[in-house]
C-alpha cells in the first residue's frame, strides 16, 4: 500500500484529485506549487473535511520541492492550462520548461517514486518528464487516454440510451484532435455498435469525443475540464495503490511496440503496484495503422522544438 503521495500544481485539477485522494486513507499528501499561499489554502479546505471523512492522512503544503521527499507517487498538474483559442501545442513552450523543472526536483527528492503527467500536452509532457528523470519507463505515464476513453463512452452512453457500464471501449494515440477513436472498439455487452447506432450518428459521435476537450475549453473560456481528469488520475492511483492489475490506457515511451520508438501515446496497459507493468499490443486495423504512423511525425517535429 503506499503511504505518500505528491501533487504538484495546486490549480482545480490538482486540488480536485486531492480532494478525491482523502479516500486513499493515505499516510501524507503533500501539495506543492510555485503559488505556496495557494497550495497551503488548499491545504487547509482539505484538513477540514477531516469531521466529515475522519482521514488519518497528514496534509502538508508550499513551494518547497523537498516536501515531494520519499513520494511513493508524484503527480504533475502543473503549468498553464488550456485556454480558448489555443491548441496543445500552443501551450508547449511554457509547459515543457515546467515540465523540465519539475522532473530535475522529481529526480532530486523521489527517485523511487511512480510518476504521473496529467500537464497538457500530455504525450510530450510525458516525454519530456522520462528524458529528463531518466526514470524506468514503467514508472512515468500520462493520464491522456484514459480520461479520453472515459469522454467517448460517456458520450455513446446518451447517444445509444445505455449504460456506460454497459459499453466497452477505449480511446489510444495521442491526447488531441488526432487521437484513436475507432469504432471497431467500441461494444455494447459484447455487441458491436453498429446494431445500436447508424454509421453516420457513430461518426458525429466520434468526432465529438475527439473534440471533446476544446468544446469544453471554448464554453469555460480561461479555463479547462477539471473533474473528469482528477477522476482519471485517481483511478490511476487507486489501481497502483490497491495492485489491481487494471487494463487502463495510459501515454508511454515506446520502445518498438506498435512499430514505434522513442514516442509517447496512449496505450493499453496493465496497471498495477510496479506503475505500467506491460504495454498490450492490439491487432490494428490498416486506418488505425495509418494514423499511428502520423505520431512519428508529430514527435519528429515537436523535437526539434525541445
Known amino acids: 500500500?503506499?503511504?505518500?503521495?505528491?501533487?504538484i500544481g495546486s490549480g482545480a485539477v490538482g486540488s480536485t484529485l486531492a480532494f478525491h485522494l482523502l479516500r486513499l486513507n493515505l499516510k501524507e499528501l503533500t501539495l506543492v506549487d510555485t503559488a505556496s499561499?495557494?497550495?497551503?489554502?488548499?491545504?487547509?479546505?482539505?484538513?477540514?473535511?477531516?469531521?466529515?471523512f475522519n482521514f488519518p492522512t497528514d496534509i502538508k503544503a508550499g513551494g518547497d520541492f523537498s516536501l515531494i521527499k520519499d513520494s511513493d507517487i508524484v503527480?504533475?498538474?502543473?503549468?498553464?492550462?488550456?485556454?480558448?483559442?489555443m491548441s496543445r501545442l500552443?501551450?508547449?513552450?511554457?509547459?515543457?520548461?515546467?515540465?523540465k523543472e519539475v522532473s530535475a526536483e522529481i529526480k532530486k527528492y523521489a527517485k523511487g517514486a511512480i510518476v504521473i503527467a496529467v500537464t497538457n500536452p500530455l504525450d510530450i509532457i510525458t516525454y519530456i518528464i522520462t528524458r529528463e528523470t531518466g526514470f524506468a519507463r514503467s514508472k512515468i505515464c500520462g493520464m491522456g487516454s484514459s480520461l479520453?476513453?472515459?469522454?467517448?463512452?460517456?458520450?455513446?452512453?446518451l447517444s445509444a440510451g445505455v449504460s456506460a457500464a454497459s459499453l466497452e471501449g477505449f480511446v489510444f494515440g495521442l491526447h488531441n484532435n488526432e487521437m484513436i477513436v475507432s469504432a471497431q472498439r467500441l461494444k455494447v455487452k459484447g455487441e458491436p455498435l453498429e446494431n445500436v447506432l447508424t454509421p453516420e450518428k457513430i461518426e458525429k459521435l466520434r468526432q465529438r469525443t475527439a473534440m471533446r476537450g476544446?468544446?469544453?475549453?471554448?464554453?469555460?473560456?480561461?479555463r479547462s475540464a477539471s473533474f473528469a481528469p482528477s477522476l482519471s488520475c485517481f483511478r490511476l492511483i487507486e489501481a497502483i495503490a490497491y495492485d489491481k492489475n487494471e487494463i487502463i490506457p495510459v501515454s508511454v515511451l515506446l520502445s518498438g511496440e506498435?512499430?514505434?520508438?522513442?514516442?509517447?501515446m496512449g496505450v493499453p496497459c496493465l496497471i498495477n503496484a510496479s506503475g505500467v507493468d506491460r504495454i498490450i499490443e492490439i491487432k490494428l486495423t490498416t486506418e488505425e495503422k495509418e494514423k499511428i504512423k502520423k505520431v512519428k511525425d508529430t514527435f519528429a517535429e515537436i523535437d526539434k522544438l525541445l
Open 1 to 7: 500500500m503506499i503511504k505518500k503521495v505528491s501533487v
Open 37 to 52: 499561499d495557494l497550495a497551503r489554502g488548499v491545504a487547509l479546505d482539505l484538513e477540514d473535511t477531516r469531521a466529515f
Open 75 to 85: 503527480v504533475i498538474t502543473a503549468g498553464v492550462a488550456r485556454k480558448e483559442g
Open 90 to 99: 500552443d501551450l508547449l513552450k511554457i509547459n515543457a520548461n515546467v515540465a
Open 148 to 157: 479520453d476513453s472515459a469522454r467517448l463512452l460517456n458520450i455513446f452512453s
Open 214 to 222: 476544446g468544446e469544453i475549453v471554448g464554453l469555460l473560456k480561461n
Open 258 to 264: 506498435y512499430g514505434l520508438n522513442g514516442v509517447c
